[in-house]
């Protein structure tokens, strides 16, 4: 019964390095969300998943940022070639459906550092 | 368009007293609007949400008034206490599965 969940809880990295973070949505929710908090920018929309497929991909800020979904349950976000303006927190959210009206479900992020 | 414009960026506030929090949009397609609350070291919650066929929605002490013709909408923290300082995000979305979010405002309650 837990909720969602995002791993690591921080991550310092080098600049150049491939960061990857994970998130465990809740069991039985087909939607999930990416989205990046930084300061003075607020809470930006990056990618959604329904299933494993990735409808929306608008918000990716650059061809370095990926995402994957397997099993219709955990994602993964890459980022390769980490760069300074990368360091955000990561949250991910999950939802039963994709209707915009049901509930997101926040983990509690990923803080990324980019040295 | 896809601006969701907040204000104050921080609020202070005595215990029992109101906040309010602004929020202004452009999309006249934007119809659902969540406000969502964050603890430090927490990922958001959402807190209450609104439709704009109603001009106000409340939940205990928490009340979302909407103007659509304003293109803006608000939220109220009656009797506020300090369990209630967090930052509070108002989102908007529309016929898409995205929150668009507004900056954030930093309320402090003080006792």
């Known amino acids: 019964g837990a909720g969602v969940s995002q791993s690591p809880s921080n991550k310092v990295t080098e600049k150049g390095k491939d960061v990857e973070l994970r998130c465990d949505p809740i069991?039985?929710?087909?939607?999930l969300y990416w989205y990046r908090q930084s300061l003075g920018q607020g809470l930006e929309f990056l990618i959604y998943f329904q299933g494993n497929s990735a409808p929306d991909k608008s918000g990716l800020p650059s061809d370095r940022f990926s995402a994957e979904r397997t099993g219709g349950s955990v994602s993964t976000l890459t980022i390769q070639r980490t760069q300074q303006e990368d360091s955000a927190v990561y949250l991910c959210?999950?939802?039963?459906?994709?209707?915009?009206?049901?509930?997101?479900?926040f983990g509690p992020g990923t803080r990324l550092t980019v040295l | 368009q896809q601006q969701v414009k907040q204000s104050p960026q921080s609020l202070i506030v005595q215990k029992g007293g109101i906040s309010i929090i602004n929020c202004a949009y452009e999309?006249?397609?934007?119809?659902?609007f969540p406000w969502y609350q964050q603890f430090p070291g927490k990922g958001p919650a959402l807190l209450i949400a609104?439709?704009?066929?109603?001009s106000e929605k409340k939940e205990g002490r928490f009340t979302i008034s909407f103007n659509k013709s304003a293109k803006q909408f608000s939220l109220h923290i009656m009797d506020s206490q300090p369990g209630d300082s967090a930052t509070y995000f108002c989102?908007?979305?529309?016929?898409?599965?995205?929150?668009?979010f507004g900056t954030g405002t930093r309320l402090q309650v003080f006792p």
């Open positions: 069991s039985g929710h087909t939607a």
């Open positions: 609104i439709r704009p066929d109603v």
């Open positions: 959210a999950s939802s039963f459906d994709r209707l915009r009206t049901d509930t997101q479900y």
């Open positions: 989102a908007a979305t529309y016929n898409t599965d995205k929150l668009i």
């Open positions: 999309n006249t397609a934007f119809d659902y």
